[in-house]
């Protein structure tokens, strides 16, 4: 069993910031990369950006410059911290995890329950 958790999501003005948090338990044995999808009103979900276990980063060009994506592979845990944000980034963000378990012969992907996101003044 795998539980992804976020947290960090909320209201905020045109032009300011937020940190997404994403902490992967249960019976993990390796992680090969965390990332974070979004979906807007009336959209179909997106990628965000994500992270390898070798620490190889991708984005979405939208948020390329504004979004950095980050881990603590101790802890499981990812973060995406947002910057200049837009109200175009109003969205629920999900966190996403490709994962092994204990016992499983391939990786899998798992999801977060989504955070909302509103930018707005």
């Known amino acids: 069993q795998v539980q992804l958790v976020e947290s960090g999501g909320g209201l905020v003005q045109p032009g300011g910031s937020l940190r997404l948090s994403c902490s992967a338990s249960?019976?993990?044995?390796?992680?090969?990369?965390m990332g974070w999808y979004r979906q807007g009103p009336g959209k179909q979900r997106e990628l965000v950006a994500l992270?390898?276990?070798?620490?190889?980063?991708a984005y979405a060009d939208s948020v390329k410059g504004r979004f950095t994506i980050s881990r603590d592979s101790a802890k499981n845990t990812v973060y995406l911290q947002m910057g200049s944000l837009k109200p175009e980034d109003t969205a629920v963000y999900y966190c996403?995890?490709?994962?092994?378990?204990?016992?499983?012969?391939?990786?899998?992907?798992?999801w977060g329950q989504g955070t909302q996101v509103t930018v707005s003044s």
């Open positions: 996403n995890a490709r994962l092994i378990t204990m016992g499983a012969i391939r990786s899998r992907d798992y």
């Open positions: 249960g019976s993990i044995l390796s992680i090969n990369a």
């Open positions: 992270i390898t276990s070798g620490g190889n980063t």
